[in-house]
């Protein structure tokens, strides 16, 4: 066991396939000299050399595609999109050619990749930083999307899609790349991806979020346990595949599901799994699903970023008026 | 031996803190709890003590830097090694995390602030009982029995898979099978206890018990009607006052009551209905032709009725010493069954402790209560002059379904007739 945060975490789930699997690529913008600009990358170009780890044009369109021509040829690159809102000029090539590569040769090429991206809000940053884009990729056929929200999920998380034979958007919550520190077992081990936690349980309210927002969640949580009120939190860690199974069972038990997530609400991740709910639970539920969320706006700069921002009150409010319905 | 000591978290989950003002040079020689520095956090300004005597070996950062919890922040030379071996010591400490990034500012967690390792793989199943078992229905069932005031979770589906239907909740709510049992068994119904500070929660004595079952029996089963009345009894307290003092002699309390008993017990005589019994499901009357009166007590412990005997056989002297004896038996606790049995008719009278009328409730199975009043001085119309007159004020209970109104007011008349002309007592 050794204490680290997220960032030291998947720099070691890095290291660890970089050591034993020639295939690995890792790089993007500023990931080989400088490590990343959150210093995620930060000592694997020294220690791989610059053919295994290196910096990428700032051209994300390139990143993404070159990352499909060696998926294609063999390799299995782990390509860094510096943030998530940078994302949109690889859009194409990850929604025309990454997800749908098994399907248009018929199963003969597959497109092996990870595309790590910092997600979120909460740092104070500027406009293209702060974005929550899990509902986009979640719509798309071909691609898993996770988020890990813990240290000890992050490493053994990116592993496990390192190693999947799938296009796997990783979702890192930046917000709290140093803000949660955990004992992480050395050496490798994988998560299952499609496979919620169930971090606490409860009898009153099911609450389901993901990345960053677990920790607001367990904030509220703590709260409403004041107010006698108990609450099952599961954290969804894959957006796509999601785990049915995991959200009915608990919804089944409460009769009340909340979804806590950071993206715009219209179409947003709070609707999919809500239906979930009602397809999977709908003789159970005692009140209507219920969705804290972001606008349906771009993301605040600093000054105004808190009003979006989803807070413990914001979630303690709807834990209180769900279980009053 | 050099010792690094970190900076602490003084606070709960404090982070980081600036350092304000150093205390100590290098190579000043410091006790225990002597301050080393003045720290600023977000939640204090505070001296920081020095956990050791020893020589300031080496200080880390300069005053206004910030320094997170945990980190180096002075080293003490305890037996006097080196400085400097002590500064390169120093210098391995591990570099301060920082929020790297070109953008943005990321927290930071404290060194002591660490998340308990995953146990994912190992986990135990928390036994949360969940509360009683939740009903499977439909929002628009749920909502219905909302409405209701119907709790769905009482409610037996009979949808598929055991759901709670609309018409299930509709059904529950009519046939009234979620109110409280009805009360076919007096007495036995049941109310929640409260335990709070607010109410102290006693078990019910027997002797309550009795009571309550007897009262409800008797509201449940007899129907009850009650005749107000008042008597001028000037002519009765003229007696009374008469024979008082010689009586008081003998060591017996002549009361209005001794002559009320007498009184009643002749009346009764003459209506046979008030001093019967229904039995109802045997579709008789019971007419008893023996005259027991109860006479209502109250005591300490509860009320008590014991009973005079043959009262219509006895003179009002000996119903007085009859009253007397019960009166301190019932007081000092010791009435048997026996003086309580067998009772046909009863007299309470409430207004020697206050009330001026009241609507008794029936002994049942007894047909009637006769209830007394306080007596009272009041303007009364004699013989067409205003007057003071003594009032005592009657209330007669009976039980509908054996006596009729008409039956009722003769006998109260009765007994009217007798208090006002005490004399008659004695001419029958």
Not at chain 2, 46 to 53: E, F, L, M, V, W
Not at chain 2, 370 to 398: E, F, N, Q, T
Request: net charge negative; glycine share 10%; aromatic share 6%.
């Amino acid at each position: 066991m050794k204490i680290m945060n997220m960032v030291n975490a998947i720099n070691d789930a890095l290291d660890i396939k970089l050591g034993e699997d020639k295939n690995v690529v890792v790089y993007g913008e500023d990931v080989g000299v400088e490590g990343g600009v959150f210093r995620v990358t930060e000592g694997l170009q020294q220690k791989y050399g610059v053919e295994r780890v290196f910096d990428s044009p700032l051209a994300e369109s390139g990143l993404v595609g070159t990352a499909v021509g060696m998926a294609v040829a063999g390799l299995r690159p782990v390509i860094e999109m510096q943030f998530c809102g940078f994302v949109y000029p690889g859009f194409n090539q990850i929604i025309s050619h990454a997800s749908r590569m098994r399907n248009r040769s018929r199963g003969l090429y597959e497109t092996p990749m990870v595309i790590r991206m910092p997600y979120g809000g909460g740092i104070n940053a500027l406009e293209h930083h702060s974005e929550s884009m899990e509902a986009i990729f979640g719509h798309i056929p071909g691609l898993k999307v996770v988020a890990p929200s813990t240290p000890h999920d992050a490493k053994g998380m990116l592993i496990s899609a390192i190693e999947s034979n799938d296009t796997i958007l990783f979702m890192e919550p930046k917000r709290i790349y140093r803000a949660i520190k955990q004992e992480v077992a050395e050496g490798k081990f994988t998560i299952p991806l499609g496979k919620a936690n169930v971090v606490s349980q409860g009898t009153d309210v099911t609450i389901v979020a993901f990345g960053a927002m677990i920790r607001e969640v367990q904030k509220a949580i703590v709260m409403a346990k004041e107010s006698g009120i108990s609450v099952e939190l599961i954290d969804l860690r894959s957006i796509y595949p999601i785990d049915r199974e995991t959200i009915a069972k608990s919804v089944k038990k409460t009769g009340r599901i909340i979804t806590v997530t950071e993206g715009p609400r219209s179409f947003g991740l709070g609707s999919e799994i809500s239906q979930i709910a009602i397809e999977e639970a709908f003789l159970h539920l005692e009140a209507p699903p219920a969705r804290v969320s972001g606008f349906d706006t771009i993301v605040p700069l600093p000054r105004g970023e808190h009003h979006y921002m989803q807070d413990p009150y914001k979630i303690l409010y709807e834990i209180e008026r769900i279980v009053k319905y | 031996m050099r010792y690094i000591f970190k900076f602490p978290d003084i606070g709960e989950g404090l982070e980081e803190g600036t350092i304000v003002e150093w205390h100590v040079e290098k190579g000043q020689k410091v006790q225990m709890g002597d301050p080393l520095c003045t720290m600023e956090t977000d939640k204090v300004v505070t001296a920081i003590p020095s956990p050791k005597n020893g020589i300031i070996a080496a200080r880390f950062g300069k005053a206004g830097e910030t320094v997170h919890v945990g980190s180096a922040l002075v080293e003490i030379d305890i037996e006097g090694v080196e400085g400097a071996a002590a500064v390169d010591e120093a210098n391995k400490v591990e570099p301060l995390e920082e929020g790297a990034g070109v953008v943005g500012t990321l927290e930071v967690a404290g060194n002591n602030a660490v998340l308990v390792a995953s146990k994912e793989g190992v986990r135990v199943e928390e036994n949360i009982s969940s509360g009683g078992k939740k009903a499977l229905s439909t929002p628009v069932a749920r909502a219905i029995a909302h409405d209701m005031g119907v709790d769905i979770n009482l409610i037996k589906g009979s949808g598929p898979a055991g759901r709670v239907t609309k018409e299930d909740v509709i059904r529950f709510a009519q046939d009234g099978s979620r109110q409280i049992k009805p009360a076919a068994v007096p007495g036995e119904a049941t109310s929640p206890v409260l335990h709070t500070n607010l109410v102290d929660s006693e078990p019910l004595s027997q002797m309550r018990k009795t009571i309550a079952k007897n009262m409800i029996q008797s509201k449940h089963n007899a129907a009850h009607m009650t005749v107000f009345e008042e008597v001028e009894i000037s002519e009765l307290d003229r007696i009374r006052k008469k024979y008082k003092e010689s009586l008081a002699a003998e060591g017996v309390k002549l009361t209005y009551l001794a002559f009320i008993v007498k009184a009643t017990a002749m009346s009764l005589k003459k209506f046979r209905a008030l001093n019967s019994e229904m039995d109802f499901e045997k579709s008789v009357m019971l007419y008893k032709k023996y005259y027991n009166i109860g006479i209502a007590i109250d005591t300490e412990k509860g009320l008590v009725v014991p009973v005079i005997r043959n009262a219509d056989k006895l003179s009002v002297k000996e119903i007085a010493i009859e009253i007397n004896k019960i009166s301190d038996k019932a007081r000092d606790g010791k009435l048997t069954m026996e003086d309580m049995k067998d009772g046909t008719f009863t007299i309470t009278s409430y207004g020697s402790i206050g009330g001026l009328f009241a609507v008794p409730v029936i002994n049942y199975p007894q047909a009637a209560i006769l209830g007394i009043g306080r007596v009272s001085k009041r303007p009364v119309v004699k013989d067409d002059v205003l007057a003071v007159g003594l009032v005592l004020p009657l209330s007669l209970s009976v039980d509908h379904r054996i006596a009729d109104g008409g039956d009722t007011a003769r006998f109260v008349n009765s007994i009217m007739g007798y208090l006002a002309d005490p004399v008659s007592l004695i001419m029958e």
